[in-house]
């Protein structure tokens, strides 16, 4: 069996330390909480293309597939034992799709033993919880694992540093030529941080970040801090 890579060996890694935590900022957009064995995952939207095409809307297949794919390469990188998934788990009832659930459980069947927790969102109450064959925790926020507090909504808690997502957050850079470029990020405020969209089919909201904020955009195959 192949050992898994120790996360921050990968050149395309970013660190991030967070509330005290160290956090791996991965550029499969996730970020790998070693000290707990966690991979912290926000908004796949599992099944949002089906949505589309449910709506007679013409757009690529396979997005669910790529993100089964990416999302087994981070569980080889670190040897996660646990996954949570910080909402918007599927993006509607009519991305229920028979395709989209059978790939869902198929690679359920290859981590029987994953631990896989989702935290509510504002989607995941339209499209309803996960089919139990795919043994997936449902819980509402805020999830409480000190010293963060893991959420869908990102809104600052007393109950400590609020990771969350539903931002889909987007960083634009600025080139030679005025060359523009829009990538998912990683953003962390003084209270709150926000993790990009796991899913490929989600679109980009610009973050607007104050004095202090961190910024880490994804760009290909790397995680680079570009705001601070």
Known sequence: MTAAVRPGERTGDSTAE???????????????????????????????AATFRASAIPVPRGTTTEGLTRLD?????????????????LHARDGRAPE??????????LHPLLELVLVRGNHDR??????????VRCVDAPLLEEP???AHHPSASSDGYVIAGHLHPGAQLIGPGRMRERLPCFWFGRECGVLPAFGAFTGLADVTAEMGDRVYAVAL???VEVGR
């Open 18 to 48: 967070v509330a005290g935590e160290r956090l791996v900022l991965m550029p499969e957009r996730a970020a790998w909480w070693a000290r707990t064995g966690t991979l912290l995952i926000a908004d796949p939207h599992w099944g949002k």
């Open 73 to 89: 390469r981070a569980i080889a990188r670190t040897g996660a034992r646990r996954i949570v998934f910080l909402g918007d788990y």
């Open 100 to 109: 989209t659930l059978r790939l869902l459980a198929d690679w359920r069947l």
């Open 126 to 135: 339209h499209a309803g919880d996960p089919p139990a064959e795919l043994a």
């Open 148 to 150: 963060f507090v893991l």
């Open 221 to 223: 195959d790397e995680v």
